[in-house]
């Protein structure tokens, strides 16, 4: 049994967190009842089960190209003696500030059957036509370029953290470089493959965007289709429940994947490791960094700018900005605070006391990382109106909402940082005397710091981007950068979109930078 | 702070400082003959307090918020309004119930509309507003009325595409000669409510022969009418059945040169309907009055004319003058549909799901 003070800190915050996670659940339960039978049929339709089909081979895809792209550049950029080593480590991370419809957008519009690249080549080369990008190549494509950085910032916090000495000892065995990071580093980062690998396939599910634009129709696709085209909250609902079970099944096999070593074999002050001289290979690697650098954030940003030149010589207008800006960053900072601050006594539970209790509130939390922004905002439009009217549409309830969309986001980066701390070191501690709180801010805060901080900036640059909750949930007339993307976006006023979706992706990659020069400073 | 951040931070600044200080000018779409507007806004007169309304567009930001300016302006009365699509706006004023903020809910298609009025959230209008439109253009029952009216058009490539060989009828469109080469929003709710439309003029069956006929095709599906349009320009297909506005945009985005151009079927048949985008008012709205007074601004001839002349819809009250880029009202050929007769989406929401243009 938990002491009072305890569970007051710890267990109250979890069970409350987890509760507001269920709220969605209980929404969908209760729509999907409504729909009587004919919901249920949705469930029997051959097209479901395509979809449940679809949904795997793309959230599989995904996850692959990701590490793939992410293992090698994090190795790169942290261990090797690159050439531009620190330009690529804070260039890489940042195609995560792109939101996915509007990077969808661009991708279409750059790379499709007659897209910008084919104009290009009509006259020197007379191609006429480019493969077609929709469907799931497309999918695939865009989906990889944006979310990639979700492992690679994972990875490389645990090629900072690595401690050298397993390394250097395969090293004198007369290992070789290549040997030894097969063998030691790599077998050594899969804790971090593997929950880098669960933020991508559970943004997968979740997203819309992106699958819309491509037209390759996931769960969050066909979701969005009934409430669309039929108006059907109950079918809906119903794909919606079908959508957690899979998820509750990617939540088993990555805890799997895991293994039993969750704690990493690291140090929380660990010596620098040697730069592994590439020779040779420095030239192929700092290409393959750049084919990256080129592809995910060269070729969207070059879109926005022709979108934005071509605005301007129409005449176009960019008013409202500066006011556009400001809630952005009001509503997200907000959000990030509040998601940081109820994740760290999550994560504190989830890496310090390991039980059946505290684990199952970890699955919970996990679970919100599958619903559908729209779900959950549709879950509080209706808890809102009904039975907390006077919170409707303001900004504590946007900030809940985000609270329930993110924070599975913050509790995933900080729990990777409490198990860097070893537990001796709070004993010790202890042992010399000092309260548990007073260990809490002399020991392990300062530990905590990298993060916290991880956790802030992932939960401000999703939040960002974020579009159904936003949209449903804020308070009237209170728009964001996302939303007026959107607005512009989808009845395709491209120029008009271009500024506030600069504006998004520059003022997002602000914190995400920070986040990366932090590290290559301590490191 | 580290000097390559203290950089780093400097290149943003300036890049936001450049986004701030473009050229302030109004990109505005002029259209070609359209007059100065003969009549006033309607009610002008400023009360002590006009207080305040809530509207919740499923019309997109960059189409309506000018308009809905100009009647803040003109009334003094406090507008709020919250964007998003129809059917969002639609389940969220489901969910909400009788506790919704919302004063006025303005959608694009009669499906929303119908959704709402079905859940008994409308009050019913007065006659001075539903006077003011032809009788096919509003509710039946009298909760709604249109404000403008798309039609649904053939938007061809001008490239590859000679408009006087194109099909005179819909259902040209199966014949294997457009295998591939055909463009179809089918998620998207005037699409939907074309099908609702077929299913009465042509019944269930000959219905689902055609969106058979169609899907054999191997056409390409787009999410929205933007995307077909777009699609049809460059050339990634040759013919899109969608609204008729969204080509103006375009035009006036990219010039003349743009590749794409509408057709008008005008046959009287499903495949020249004219469908409304329309207004109700929230029975359990606070701001009753200012309501009323909205959907009487929507209705003036200088909402109308803005319809006309920056989205290029079709007005619904008598007098407003359209660009001379556009068919005129009168002289389309619409079917014989009471609007209705267009309220079964589910239907035909499942119709299509059967043929499988959607997954």
């Not at chain 1, 600069?502 to 986040?515: D, F, N, Y």
Request: with cysteine; hydrophobic share 50%.
């Amino acid at each position: 049994m938990p002491s009072p003070r305890a569970f007051l800190l710890l267990w109250l915050p979890a069970i409350l967190a987890a509760a507001a996670v269920l709220l969605p659940v209980a929404y969908l339960l209760l729509r999907a009842a409504n729909g009587g039978d004919a919901a249920w049929v949705t469930l029997q339709r051959p097209q479901t089960l395509a979809t449940v089909w679809r949904t795997a081979a793309l959230g599989a895809s995904v996850t692959l190209v990701c590490l793939l792209l992410a293992v090698p550049i994090a190795w790169l950029t942290v261990r090797t003696d690159l050439p531009l080593r620190r330009l690529w480590a804070v260039l890489t991370p940042l195609p995560l500030v792109i939101p996915s419809y509007v990077g969808a957008f661009l991708y279409a519009s750059a790379l499709g059957p007659r897209g910008l690249l084919q104009g290009w080549l009509e006259e020197p080369f007379g191609i006429t036509r480019l493969p077609d990008i929709y469907g799931f190549p497309g999918a695939l494509l865009v989906l990889s370029l944006l979310n990639y950085p979700y492992v690679l910032l994972v990875v490389r916090a645990a090629l900072q953290r690595m401690d050298p000495a397993q390394e250097e000892a395969a090293r004198s065995l007369g290992h070789g470089p290549w040997s030894t990071f097969w063998r030691v580093t790599f077998a050594q980062l899969r804790p971090a493959m593997a929950s880098g690998s669960l933020l991508v396939v559970l943004y997968v599910l979740r997203d819309f965007g992106a699958v819309a634009v491509m037209r390759y129709t996931t769960f969050t696709r066909a979701i969005y289709i009934q409430y669309q085209t039929a108006l059907d909250r109950s079918a809906a609902a119903v794909l919606a429940l079908m959508l957690i079970l899979f998820s509750l099944a990617v939540l088993v096999l990555e805890s799997k994947a895991r293994g039993r070593s969750n704690q990493l074999n690291s140090a929380a002050n660990p010596r620098k490791a040697e730069r592994i001289k590439l020779g040779a290979w420095r030239w192929p690697a700092a290409a393959f960094c750049a084919a990256v650098v080129a592809l995910a954030l060269l070729l969207p940003a070059g879109v926005l700018l022709y979108w934005l030149v071509r605005g301007w010589l129409a005449g176009e207008a960019l008013d409202n900005s500066a006011r556009l800006i400001w809630n952005s960053v009001s509503a997200s900072g907000l959000g990030a605070l509040a998601v940081t601050l109820v994740a760290l006594p999550v994560a504190y539970l989830l890496a310090r006391r390991p039980s059946r209790s505290s684990s199952l509130i970890g699955s919970i939390i996990n679970l919100a990382f599958a619903l559908p922004g729209i779900v959950i905002a549709l879950a509080l439009v209706f808890f809102g109106a009904n039975y907390a009217l006077p919170l409707y549409q303001t900004m504590p309830m946007l900030v809940f909402a985000y609270l329930i969309l993110f924070l599975p986001q913050a509790v995933a980066a900080v729990r990777a940082s409490f198990q860097r701390v070893p537990a001796q070191l709070e004993e010790a501690a202890r042992s010399l005397g000092s309260g548990p709180l007073g260990v809490v801010r002399r020991v392990t805060l300062p530990l905590l710091r990298p993060g916290v901080s991880a956790a802030v900036a992932l939960v401000f640059l999703t939040a960002m981007k974020e579009l159904p909750t936003t949209l449903l949930l804020a308070p009237i007339g209170f728009k964001t950068l996302a939303t007026s993307v959107w607005s512009f976006v989808s009845e395709a006023f491209f120029a008009r979109a271009a500024a506030p979706a600069l504006l998004l992706i520059l003022t997002s990659s602000l914190p995400m930078a920070l986040l990366v020069l932090r590290e290559e400073k301590d490191n | 702070m580290s000097r390559k951040f203290a950089v780093f931070s400097f290149i943003v600044m300036v890049g936001l400082l450049l986004a701030g200080c473009a050229p302030a000018t109004q990109l505005t779409v002029e259209a070609t003959t359209a007059p100065e507007p003969t009549e006033p806004a309607a009610p002008v007169e400023q009360e002590a307090d006009p207080g305040k309304l809530v509207i919740y567009s499923g019309r997109s930001e960059g189409l309506v918020a000018p308009i809905i300016q100009q009647f803040a302006d003109a009334t003094g009365i406090e507008v709020e309004v919250r964007y998003g699509s129809t059917a969002e706006m639609a389940a969220a004023l489901l969910e909400e119930g009788v506790n919704s903020p919302a004063d006025v809910y303005y959608a694009q298609d009669p499906g929303g509309l119908g959704a709402i009025e079905d859940a008994g959230l409308l009050s019913t209008l007065p006659a001075s507003i539903l006077e003011r439109v032809a009788p096919g253009y509003a509710s039946p029952n009298g909760y709604w009325v249109g404000i403008t009216a798309r039609a649904r058009i053939v938007v061809y490539n001008t490239e590859s595409i000679n408009p006087a060989e194109l099909p005179g009828d819909l259902r040209g469109f199966t014949a294997p000669e457009w295998n591939g080469r055909v463009g179809v929003p089918p998620t998207n709710a005037s699409f939907v409510t074309m099908v609702t439309a077929m299913r009465q003029l042509w019944g269930e069956d000959e219905t689902r022969a055609w969106l058979e006929g169609i899907a054999a095709n191997n056409p390409v599906y787009y999410s929205n009418n933007t995307g077909v349009v777009e699609a049809v320009a460059s050339g990634e297909v040759e013919v899109g059945f969608v609204n008729h506005y969204y080509l103006y945009r375009f035009l006036a985005e990219q010039g003349e040169g743009y590749g794409a151009r509408n057709h008008y079927l005008n046959n009287g048949g499903p495949d020249s309907l004219v469908m409304v985008a329309g207004a109700g008012i929230l029975a359990n709205g606070r701001n009753q009055e200012n309501a009323v007074r909205f959907l009487q601004f929507m209705l003036s001839q200088v909402a109308q004319q803005y319809f006309a002349s920056s989205t290029f819809e079709y007005p619904l009250v008598e007098g407003v003058a359209t660009s001379t880029l556009l068919v005129p009202l009168s002289e389309l050929n619409t079917p014989d549909i009471a609007l209705g007769g267009l309220s079964d989406i589910a239907g035909s929401a499942a119709l299509i799901e059967e043929v499988g243009m959607v997954p």
